[in-house]
Every structure is written in structure tokens, then in C-alpha cells.
């Protein structure tokens, strides 16, 4: 049998057919388009989904599920999608739209959560029934798999990993709270340490890798460093300082098997996870016992496609 | 059939028998006595288990099965118990000890995790999938249900919700951390902020209630406060805000459908209920969804038992 993966963003539909060995055999995208009525873009992720079975020589006979994995807060229990600040669902019933089209059966989840979901099941945490990926790109984004299952909590709101105060009354963050992980640890709080950073050092290296602040992004500060400037290394210190520190939070909470790191600042890979693994090691709570590995994420944008697949399976 | 609950403390062995109806029926108990060979602890709960079970006018055949509620580290997959601080396990197999004495089927977990266990299927949070339970003791205790299963992580050691820091380079923690969420919100960190107060305050009533600082414990601060001390209020302030920011980090985290507070602070029930409300309605993340409801936990010590014996159910 096959999967079909659907990874709904902003910007682009992307359907994928996924093998029983959860590899990925073929891709079909469509643009989103955000700015129309919701049952237009329901239909193109239909009609996308048709196509793609049909261009493979396969039937809806051949296909055992539909996975969605879409932003914004999603009730995969009854497949509804209840609300996404980029894309106009409003308490959506995605299961029930797509009866109009196939009598595949339908399955959806948060984006976030289902790219854990591929990483657990067939990327960096791979035969882990315990893992959690974080994503740290525009914001810190969370997925926590606990049993081979998305930690969704009773309405799909949970795993928001990134809104999780660690410094109380610190810096704003977009949700409303103060010192939220996501606002240090995101490319964006990166982004912003750099160029404080940067102002306050106007002979830093920085400024020939980026010659004015709207230049800056997550990779100056690393790139500054690895060529030995020391403001830049205090920035990614601390940039390390709380992303470890968040870290450090979640592996308490949650003991995954293994943590790993998706988005723009991971592309560091293994560069940034040195940084960050003696921070960890000094602070663990338990000692004496197996312990969580932090390993970069693998699938990269396959994974919310592989990961909405495995939904059905 | 019954179930039998024990929950093994640093000071006594209590052990319960639980009906399917999941009520406590009949409780018997012996002092732990730590400073003596692990084995001989084991006997004891054996013995204090069998007896009770003979008492009630019951076989080993009415009983399902025997769960183990331990402080520490434990491996509940394999029925192990591998570190306390209190009592004197190393790796030790709890359901292979127990062979010699009975061919009840033994489980085991965490304490803090089986009481949350006991409230989720029998108190505060019973019906709900998705429960967590936080103390509010010497330390910050959790224990987190997802789909009324234990969230313990891969290696048993997960739930450590006490240890998250909320205030990066706080105060210091226990663990070895500084500004662990436990730090704050635990009685003795309300028990430091008050005595902290009283120091800089000494016209404070506070002073009435407690003459001496050793005198201080969890209820001084909210004493005085309802008496209209305004420096306990502001004492009682900082409590809730700190108390407040880690509530709301875990709602984010999991989505619980009810949290419920035990342990000596909580003791203060609605009353500091209403005061946490406000500050979690003004941040929380998600919006137009059901919201966590957080209450007091009913079973108070009955919860450790009655949840230790739903580990076999």
C-alpha cells in the first residue's frame, strides 16, 4: 500500500506518495494561494492528491490514507482544522471536504507535529518511540512524539514548545508573553542578538559579512566566528546559552530518546550542537540513567510530508 | 477483582486495596525503615501486602495485580527501580523480588507520576485522557497523563516538571540549575520570599503569626494576607506570578484538559486558584479552543495508592 503526505504551507500545497518503507516516491505541488475561500484550496489539495496517484499508474485502490499536516491549531481526532493565522480555516472539517473527491480516509495535524512525526519515524530519530524535533526558524517550533504519538493535549493546541517562558519578564515575543524561549532562540532573537550585538561593535568582522543591520541573518553571527571575531563568538555563546537552556527544559519534561533540530539555525549541524551539548551535560538533572541524543534533523522539508503520510498508517 | 496500590514514602509503607470501581477499600501500613538492606524493604511490602489482602477475606486470586509508586528513577517497562535518593535502590528489579513471595503481576512508576495517575482515573481530573498534576511541597512535583498513560520518557526519568528554569540565572535550585520553575513555586520557595519580606519589613503582621523566622512555613505569607498585610500580599503576588508563568508554560506544552494542584500550597484551594486565573487568562496562547481547567486534586494521599494500583488496570 501507499500514503499520501500533504505539507499545507503559506506558500505552496505539497502532496507526496509515501511507501509502506516510508520513503518518498513522488512529489506534486500546487501554489496555496491564501487569498481565496478555503474550499478552493480544499479542492486543489484534492485535485493535486488525485493527479499525483494517477501519474504514478496507481488507484485510490492502492492508497491507504491521506495525511494533512497544516499550521495553526488542528483537531486531528475529528480531522478538523480550527484555525491558522496564514490560511482561512475556520473549525474546517477537512475529513468531511474531502468526501467530495476520494473515499480515501483522511487524517490531519499540526505541521510542526507531523515533520516529528517523519523525523521519528523514518529520519534522525528513526525507531524512537520517544522523540520531539525542534524547528528554530522564524520561531521555535515544537513536535513532541511520546509513544510513536503526537503530543497534541485535548483540543490540538499543545506542543507549543517555543512559548515557554525562561527568562520571566524578558524579552517580548509575538505571543503576547515576556521572555519566551522562542525570542532568544529563534533566527529571529539570533538575528536581533546579532545586530544589538553589532551596534554596540562597529569593528566587528560582522559588519564585512553584513555592511548594514538588514543584512544580518541567523548564519553572520557563525560565520564571524568561525573566522575569530569575539563579539561575534559572545553572540553565539549566548544564543547557546538559551537555546541550551531550553533544551535542557524539554529533556526534563520529556526524556525523549532523541532530540533533534530542524530550521535555519540548525544547518550549524553538528558545529552548534558541540556548542551546545557541554552546556547540557553540566545541567542534566538525571545522572546514572540512558540519556537524550541531540542529533540534527535529516528530512528537512520532506519531513512534514513523510510525517503527514504516517498519520494514516 | 481488586487491585493492590502501595505507596512507598521515606517514612512508611502504605499499602491499599483498590476495587474495580477504583475506591480504596482497605489500606494497611508499615514504617519504610531506610537504613537497613533493600531487601528487607521488599519483604516488608510483600508481607504488609499479603496480610492485607488475608485480612479483607481475599486470595491472591482476587487480586489482578500489585502496583509500586516509588520516589526516584523508575523503568516501569521493566519493572525496575533504579535511583532514590531516599531509599536504598540500585537498578533493583522490583517485579523479580516480588516472585519470591507472590505471582501477582507487580508494576511500577514513579510517585509523583502514579498520583497523577490516581487523580486522572479516580479524583480531580477523572474522565479525562489528557491530566496533569503538579505539588506544591518541599519541591514542584508533576506528573503528566497523555492518552491515561504516564508520560516517563525512554528512560523513566521524564515528568520533571519542577526543574524547568523560568528565570535564567535565577535562584538556585536543588538540581544544580538556577531559576528552576521549583526555585519559586515550591513551599519552600514561598517560605524564602516570605522571610526575605519579613527581613525588609519588619511592621509586617507577618511577624504576629511567625515571631521567629523558623517559625515561617507555606500558610504565613497568605495568613497575613487575608488579615490585609500588605506585605504578605506582595509576597503572595510574586508567588502567583512565578507560580502562574510555569502553570502556563505546561498548559502550552500539553494541553492538559485539567491541571490540578496538590500538595501543602494548594491546600489553599479556590482561593489561590482565583488569584493564578487571571494571570494564565491574560497570556494563554490559544485562543477560540476549550481551555485547561485547573483545580485542586481531591485524593491527597489516597492518590499515590489508588494510582499505584492502576498501573495493572
Same mark, same amino acid.
Given at each position: 500500500m501507499y500514503y499520501i503526505g500533504i505539507d499545507l504551507g503559506g506558500t505552496n500545497i505539497a502532496v507526496g506518495l509515501v511507501n509502506e518503507e516510508m520513503k518518498l516516491v513522488a512529489t506534486k505541488s500546487t501554489p496555496t494561494l491564501t487569498n481565496r475561500d478555503i474550499n478552493e484550496i480544499i479542492k486543489d489539495m484534492a485535485e493535486t492528491t488525485l493527479a499525483l496517484i494517477a501519474e504514478q499508474g496507481l *488507484?485510490?485502490?492502492?492508497? /491507504?490514507a491521506i495525511g494533512i499536516g497544516s499550521p495553526g491549531t488542528v483537531d486531528g481526532k475529528n480531522g478538523v482544522i480550527i484555525y491558522s493565522c496564514n490560511i482561512?480555516?475556520?473549525? *474546517?472539517n477537512i475529513r468531511e471536504a474531502f468526501k467530495a473527491y476520494t473515499s480515501i480516509p483522511v487524517y490531519c495535524g499540526n505541521d510542526a507535529d507531523v515533520a516529528a512525526l517523519g523525523e521519528a519515524y523514518a +529520519? /534522525? /530519530? /528513526? +525507531?524512537?518511540d520517544h522523540a520531539i524535533m525542534i524547528t528554530l526558524g522564524t520561531g521555535v517550533g515544537g513536535g513532541v512524539i511520546v509513544n510513536k504519538h503526537i503530543v497534541a493535549g485535548f483540543n490540538g493546541a499543545g506542543g507549543e514548545l517555543g512559548h515557554m517562558v525562561i527568562e520571566k519578564d524578558g524579552a517580548p515575543c509575538n505571543c503576547g508573553r515576556k521572555g519566551c524561549w522562542e525570542a532568544y532562540s529563534s533566527a529571529t532573537g539570533l538575528i536581533r542578538m546579532t545586530k544589538e550585538a553589532m551596534e554596540k561593535n562597529k569593528d566587528s568582522m560582522m559588519w564585512k559579512l553584513a555592511p548594514t543591520l538588514d543584512e544580518v541573518d541567523g548564519k553572520t553571527s557563525f560565520d564571524a566566528m568561525k573566522q575569530g571575531d569575539e563579539t561575534a563568538k559572545q553572540v553565539v555563546d549566548t544564543y547557546c546559552d538559551y537555546l541550551a537552556c531550553g533544551l535542557l527544559n524539554i529533556i526534563n519534561i520529556f526524556q525523549p530518546e532523541v532530540l533533534c533540530l530542524g530550521g535555519g539555525v540548525a544547518k550549524q549541524g553538528q558545529f552548534l550542537i558541540d556548542l551546545l551539548m557541554p552546556r547540557i551535560e553540566k545541567e542534566r538533572y538525571s545522572k546514572d540513567i540512558p540519556q537524550t541524543t541531540i542529533k540534527p534533523a535529516i528530512l528537512g522539508n520532506d519531513a512534514g510530508i513523510i510525517g503527514a503520510a504516517m498519520l494514516g498508517k
Open positions: *488507484t485510490e485502490a492502492d492508497v /491507504a482561512p480555516f475556520n473549525h *474546517t +529520519g /534522525a /530519530a /528513526a +525507531g524512537c
